[in-house]
Nanobody, 120 residues
Framework: VQLQASGGGLVQAGGSLRLSCVVSGSILSINGMGWYRQAPGKQRELVAAINRSGSTSYAEFVKGRLTISRDDTKKTVYLQMNSLKPEDTAVYYC???????????????WGQGTQVTVSS
């Protein structure tokens, strides 16, 4: 089971990017999914999360600019990022709480990260 993140890149301030994260491999179900980011010299921080029913939560610093969504038929979580700022520059990581093996607890899996760079 792997998570593969994509969609990062270089964009000017005010621009947009859409990140995707696909779950590959055999799984039983996907619970919560989320996006985190880590800027150089800083700790990894939560950006947005979405639960199994579609309820979302966002970090205060991204409210109104970023939108998380999921498509369980494609085993994919998305992060639409608009009005990007230079301070949004970071490596963005996805994670997912996956139920992989029957009769065992679900586990958190992480993607490899995708670089987002916003120029001023």
């Amino acid at each position: 089971v792997q998570l593969q993140a994509s969609g990062g890149g270089l964009v000017q301030a005010g621009g947009s990017l859409r990140l995707s994260c696909v779950v590959s491999g055999s799984i039983l179900s996907i619970n919560g999914m989320g996006w985190y980011r880590q800027a150089p010299g800083k700790q990894r921080e939560l950006v947005a999360a979405i639960n199994r029913s579609g309820s979302t939560s966002y970090a205060e610093f991204v409210k109104g600019r970023l939108t998380i969504s999921r498509d369980d038929t494609k085993k994919t979580v998305y992060l639409q990022m608009n009005s990007l700022k230079p301070e949004d520059t970071a490596v963005y990581y996805c994670n997912a709480d996956l139920w992989v093996v029957r009769w065992t607890p679900s586990e958190i899996y992480w993607g490899q990260g995708t670089q987002v760079t916003v120029s001023s």
